[in-house]
């Protein structure tokens, strides 16, 4: 019987879900809430905010979806898992209490202080004085400074120095401009060493990884400009060696998915390892309870398995039984962006290049769409900061790269912003192997 499905969320990753989804035999009709204009390819529509759980709910009850997905952190952080279930409906994403790896950093370092899961050296407080107090006598700089909530990815600032920390600490806990999360914050020891993403499927039992991916956080080339939702990823990361991926295993996703059951919160549905590659062995940077945005527009397009399949599997605790399989290729994703991005830009500019949301001819490259809307007569234009993500799937890197770099030449807008280096650095470290 195909299944009924809501996809919660509006943005690259649900496209990128959404188009997975799609692949499986048991997929019936597909929805998102709210989705976007470019997402209405793929799937229906319909306008209800994310962080509203009570409407959606309620939309799901009425429409009787056998199966919602919830994409995004504010609505896992809200409980949507946990009212879905109330009412019978079975979902994919942690519960309230579960959210709370990604949703509180206090909690998630915590977490992993006392479970000895391997990670920057950290305190936690909520007096501003005693914050640079501590700094000071730590003496070590840059040093980390994070606000415990959610700040849609932007509550980290990493300061140079005594003055830049000072400046840190009014923004975040006195004027708070990350609202209610600057309250609490972090302070950390600033790790170096290569980054890694690794999204990994969850029943609360086991733990199957998803193909490693390294995301591309600044603005402009070279690493430089302000931090955003990310400019483009490639898959695999290639410093995420098999090693690598054996001692992760062991020493941080297996300890995290006991911890979170020995705390009892058990986590089901895609756990998000940020790992910094140190000098001392991986450590985790951060947890997140959802996809990956963008890192999921490269690691899905390489599933080979039956997505809703896993999804329902995390959901039911049979994940040990279901296959989980990735190809060998890789796969490059370049962002196109509204110029001004991550801070001011402008929306409604019209996007061509494309035919029904897709490059025509291009059967190695899909067009995620990130902030796209449909304009009254029927246009497809830019609606956010992230517009499109543009992914080419190929058997080596070196070719996924050059190929998403080609297929990004053929769409335009009006100042369109792009990075021209996604994928450089990982080039470097395979050309070093």
């Known amino acids: ?32 809430a709210p ?38 952190d504010d609505p896992l952080a809200l409980g949507m898992v946990d009212a879905l279930a109330k009412v019978g409906i079975p979902a994919f994403g942690p519960d309230k209490a579960a959210a709370r790896i990604e949703a509180s950093k206090v909690f998630s370092k915590d977490l992993m202080k006392k479970y000895g899961i391997p990670t920057a050296k950290y305190e936690t407080f909520d007096d501003p004085a005693k914050v640079m107090e501590y700094i000071k006598a730590e003496g070590k700089y840059p040093v980390v400074i994070k606000a415990d909530g959610l700040a849609l990815g ?17 923004e975040i806990m006195l004027d708070k401009k990350f609202g209610a999360s600057g309250n609490h914050v972090v302070v950390e020891e600033f790790l170096t060493g290569p980054e890694v993403s690794v999204l990994s499927f969850t029943d609360g039992k086991v733990v199957k990884p998803m193909v490693s991916s390294m995301d591309h956080k600044r603005a402009n080339d070279h690493d430089t400009g302000l931090n955003t939702g990310g400019m483009g990823t490639v898959a695999p990361n290639p410093y995420y060696t098999p090693a690598i991926a054996a001692e992760c295993m062991e020493k941080i996703f297996l300890p995290t998915i006991k911890a979170m059951n020995a705390e009892g919160c058990p986590f089901k549905g895609c756990l998000y390892f940020g790992l910094m590659l140190t000098p001392d062995g991986p450590k985790v940077i951060e947890y997140n309870c959802r996809f990956g945005d963008p890192e999921t527009q490269v690691v899905l397009p390489l599933l080979e398995s039956d997505l809703l399949k896993i999804m329902t599997a995390c959901t039911e605790g049979t994940l040990a039984d279901t296959e989980v399989k990735f190809s060998d290729g890789a796969a490059a994703c370049v962002i196109l962006a509204s110029g001004g991005y991550p801070v001011a830009y402008e929306k409604g500019k019209p996007i061509t290049g494309l035919v029904d949301g897709q490059l025509p001819d291009e059967p190695d490259v899909t067009v995620y769409h990130s902030g796209t809307a449909i304009a009254e007569d029927g246009q497809l234009v830019t609606n956010g900061g992230r517009v499109l993500g543009v992914t080419a799937t190929a058997p080596g ?18 100042k369109l912003h792009k990075r021209t280096d996604i994928g450089m650095r990982a080039l470097k470290a395979l050309a070093e192997e």
């Open 1 to 32: 019987m195909a299944k009924k499905i809501l996809v919660v969320g509006g943005g690259g990753r649900e496209h990128a879900i959404i188009k997975a989804l799609k692949k499986s035999p048991d997929c019936g009709e597909v929805w998102c």
């Open 35 to 72: 989705g976007n204009g470019g997402i209405g390819y793929d799937a229906h529509c319909v306008n209800i905010k994310a962080t509203d759980v009570e409407t959606m709910v309620g939309f799901a009850e009425t429409e009787k979806f056998d199966y919602v997905v919830v994409a995004q």
């Open 154 to 170: 932007k509550g980290v600032l990493i300061c140079e120095n005594e003055e830049q920390a000072a400046e840190g600490v009014k």
């Open 397 to 414: 890197l070196p070719r996924a790269i050059a190929i998403a770099y080609e297929a990004v030449e053929h769409i335009h807008f009006d």
